[in-house]
């Protein structure tokens, strides 16, 4: 329920948000980890991205790790952003990133 009522108010306040030039054009490829369903955190973050003039390529939630390396790929984007809340679908990150996550 909580999640719904968040969305509802986003839903409410981004057509009111002004987008911000940064001076250049960025994309990102964001999504929540496999295993989890958790996406109030990366749908925050990705307004962030829209706000601040990003190319957005949202995953949606529970995505394979290696759908992020191909969306990557295919879309050429500077920031790949994985989300995850459950400790254990957070160390399938560094199979992604190729860096040890600490949890």
Do not use: W
């Amino acid at each position: 329920m909580c999640a719904d009522a968040l969305y509802a108010g986003l839903d409410i306040l981004k057509p009111h948000v002004e987008k911000i030039d940064l001076g250049f054009k960025g994309s990102v490829v964001i999504g929540t980890v496999e295993g989890d369903v958790h996406d109030i955190g990366k749908n925050i973050v990705k307004m962030m991205f829209d706000v601040a003039g990003f190319d957005v390529y949202d995953l949606g939630r529970d995505v394979p790790l290696d759908k992020f390396v191909e969306e990557q790929i295919k879309t050429d984007s500077d920031l790949v952003c994985l989300s995850a809340m459950m400790t254990t679908t957070m160390v399938g990150m560094q199979k992604v990133t190729g860096k040890e996550v600490e949890v």
